[in-house]
């Protein structure tokens, strides 16, 4: 079964603020990571397993709850609430609200900033009052970042990569919309060291640019020296999934693999990981698929 839009968006923006907590916290919340600059401070996922079977219900996992802790305990742990809301008609102020008091109740905690990121615009309840004539009894609100009404262009050398990977989702002129993708990626490419993530964060971009393969040509042509990482990095996924098919065949047939082999297997290039897998059909032992 299938995600829906709905489920592959907030898919998305949880793996984007779980692996990039910091600049999750910098450009959604400024105000609050002012103080926040010491590379101490722990930033930690707060378990949803736990959370769930605690609250029972009506718990949502496409919360992500942030915890941080300063190490010198000189200021209390403050918890990051992040929502991602994909249309703003399907926002509930008052189940965001019950959330806020059920988990500072259950976390013993009044420390909480909610954040509520719209990825498309629209109207949406921003305060909820309960009270009277005279007094009001309960005042909630929280911060919202409409990805929608940020300029693109604002942010094209922005060093937060979470700014440089939604680029596509923030507002540009349609003649702009190659650019702001060249900017996402090497945005991607400056800012993320690490070729696995590189690899997965390239897919985000991609989901939300949408390029038609004209725009695809004028990238490749315009931005040649991005294109051919780009391209490398299309190589490499499909190597690597013919490794994983072949490990998966491998030991199917001749039982759990040594170490040794399966990093043979992971650094081999396309062509040779082809000839194996042609072996291993009518091979008797690893040594015949593995021969020389």
């Not at 609250?55 to 802790?69: I, K």
Request: glycine share 4%.
């Amino acid at each position: 079964m299938t995600d829906s839009p709905h489920q592959s968006h907030d898919h998305n923006f949880k793996n984007l603020i779980l692996d990039y907590p910091r600049q999750a916290i910098a450009l959604f919340a400024p105000t609050e990571a002012a103080d926040m600059d010491d590379p101490q401070i722990r930033i930690l996922p707060v378990r949803e397993e736990q959370l769930k079977t605690r609250l029972g219900e009506g718990f949502r996992e496409l919360d992500v709850p942030l915890l941080v802790e300063w190490p010198d305990k000189r200021r209390a742990a403050l918890l990051f609430l992040f929502e991602e809301e994909s249309r703003t008609r399907r926002f509930n102020i008052h189940r965001l609200a019950h959330y806020c008091l059920d988990i500072s109740e259950l976390l013993d905690m009044q420390r909480i900033v909610p954040i509520v990121i719209f990825l498309r615009g629209g109207e949406y309840d921003s305060n909820l009052r309960l009270g009277s004539d005279h007094t009001d009894y309960l005042q909630f609100h929280f911060l919202a970042f409409e990805l929608r009404q940020q300029q693109a262009a604002d942010y094209y050398d922005s060093p937060n990569l979470i700014a440089r990977l939604n680029l596509p989702n923030m507002r540009y002129a349609r003649r702009d919309k190659v650019r702001v993708y060249a900017q996402a990626v090497s945005g991607l490419l400056t800012l993320e060291p690490d070729p696995e993530r590189q690899i997965k964060y390239l897919d985000f971009i991609d989901i939300y640019a949408q390029l038609n393969e004209d725009e695809r040509m004028h990238y490749q042509q315009h931005y040649a020296q991005d294109a051919a990482v780009i391209s490398g990095f299309a190589q490499r996924f499909i190597q690597q999934g013919e490794a994983r098919l072949l490990l998966r065949l491998l030991t199917a047939r001749f039982g759990a693999l040594p170490e040794p082999t399966r990093e043979q297997v992971e650094a081999a290039d396309a062509e040779t990981l082809l000839v194996w897998s042609e072996r291993v059909l009518t091979a008797t032992s690893l040594d015949e698929v593995f021969r020389a």
